[in-house]
C-alpha cells in the first residue's frame, strides 16, 4: 500500500501504529488490509476500537479522506463510517485471486481517472468479504451513486457467475455520503507497478492525488 501511494504521489507516506492517538493534519488516511488481531471476533471488530481508530473517526467527520481496503473496509464498516456489515463468504471458502471490477461512478475523489464503466484486474485475498446490506441500504447507495465499485466478468456484466463471495448487488466497494470515504474488499494497491504485471489500480491512487491539488 505505501509503495502504491508513493508511486502516485512521490511522497513516501507516514505509516502510524494502531496504538498511535495523534494522526497530526493528514491529506489522506489510508487502512490497508491485513488480518488485524488474527480477525478473531469479527474481522476488524478488535481493531475498530483500537486508539488510532478514535483520530480515524474525528478526522471522518472533518471531512478527511479515507480509504479502507479488505480488513481497512471491514474496520470502517465496524466503526459505522460506512453502512452493512461485511461476512463470511457464501461459501465459507477463503478467496484468493484476481477478478474483474467495474467501475460504477467517476464522482469522487478516489474514481475521478478510471471513469464510469471502467473495468479493472485486482487481486482479493479475504474470507470475510461477503457484503450484506438491507434492501433500503442498497438502495439508498444506488439512488445516491454510491457504489464505487461491483464484480463483474471479463465483458463487464453484473450477474451472479461474477459475484465471487455473495455480497448484496455485485458490491465490491461504496463511498460515504459526502464522497470522502471509499471502502472496498478487493486490492487496488497489488495492482500498481510494472512487476506485478498489472497496473490497472493505479488510477485509482492517481485520482486521490488529483484530487487534493
Known sequence: MAMAIETASGHTPRMVWHKDTDLGNPDLIVLPG???????????????????????ITHARRGTRILGVCNGFQML????????????????????????LRTETADSPFTGKLGKGTLIDVPVAHGEGNYVADADTVKALEDQDRIAFRYCGD????NDHANINGSSANIAGILNAERTILGMMPHPENATQPWQKNTTGLPLFESIVEALQ
Open 77 to 100: 464498516v465496524e466503526t459505522q463510517l460506512l453502512p452493512g456489515a461485511l461476512l463470511r463468504n457464501k461459501k465459507l471458502k477463503f478467496i484468493c485471486k484476481h477478478v474483474r
Open 34 to 56: 491485513g488480518f488485524s488481531y488474527g480477525d478473531y471476533l469479527r474481522c476488524g471488530a478488535m481493531a475498530a476500537h483500537s486508539p488510532v481508530m478514535r483520530e480515524v
Open 155 to 158: 465483458d463487464g456484466a453484473v
